[in-house]
């Protein structure tokens, strides 16, 4: 496997990397660090191999369709590990590094999945570094569009995250039998449920994830300035970092909702879960982009799995999975007062949030869960490995 950020922590990649040792595989990871961390390391089985990065290499990243600096360091790295060791199949995380898996597969003679978390070209379209003007200049959205279509068709197998982002690559002429879905589900077999009881009264929704434009808390905000201003006060308990939660922190306090609204920073995992099971109700209030609306947050099965109503906006693979399950509530996504007018709706029928609750825990416990995901991705591998042999 290959990684361009640190390793640990990655939820995804650790869940792939236990399910295949677990069904037999010898699993490598190279991966990048800027905090040195030890070159070379046992991680449940499977080795890492970790290369420092200079702070311009990482940041010439942005450029990298443009000049090979990036796929240089990159490059040396990895045949560098297959020169040492023997390897059946090369499995690149996310769109960038997909150059190398190819180089790799024809140099190697190596079968090549690529993994893809993110919609690449989408998600870069909104980044906030690909908006300045060095940026614009310096990554080139059709540039990135024509190559995930050059890249793709070299993979031995692509895999995505949700039915819509598989609809959308075999859209690029990729096979749809070449296409494997492994969501962002939880190891509900991991995971231990809260004793935490809601303290008082007050109706509270929370959310934890990353903190950027798109992520779309600023709509929560407004919406919740909106039910101030009629008497009706709603919390937010907000978990996590990123770089537009000074932003969001200022809003509030124009807003004068800055009492109501707690941004807590990062928690541990077991405090995160603790906190969500105080809370009445749990948000995803995602901005509608290409790579939203194809979406699969693991935040949507902790929530579920806790029992928590989810509300979120209208991204379809968010709108579809709710609609399928009945497990929360949808609004459009660039309206505080559709918002607003839900939250006052749920906040005087507390009997149909726990029903809500309730059947987001059986869909969880039936169907989006890791277990699941898990025996697509090795079946996957067993396909492979047929004709490998």
Known sequence: MVLESEFPPDLRVENEMNALVSAGHVVHLACSTRKNSFPHEHWNKAVIHRKPISTFIYKSSIGSLKFPIYFRFWRKFVFSILRKENFDVIHIHDLPLSRI???VKLKFDLKLIIDLHENWPALLKYAPHTQTLLGRLLSSNSQWISYEKQILPEADMVITIIEEAKDRIASLGIKKEKICIVSNTIDINKITIPGAKKRNKDFVIFYGGGINRHRGLQVVLEAIHLLKKSDI?????VLGSGSYKTELENLASSLEIDSQVKFAGQKPFKEMMELLAEADAAIIPHLRTENNDASSPNKLYQYMFLKKPVIASDCISLKRILAETDAGFTYRNDSPGELAALLEKLMDNRSLLEQKGENGRRAVLS???WD???????????????EIV
């Open 372 to 386: 699941i995901d898990k025996s697509r991705l090795t079946a996957a591998y067993s396909l492979l490995e047929k």
């Open 101 to 103: 898996g190819v180089e």
């Open 367 to 369: 169907k989006y869960n």
């Open 233 to 237: 006060i709603v919390w937010f308990h």
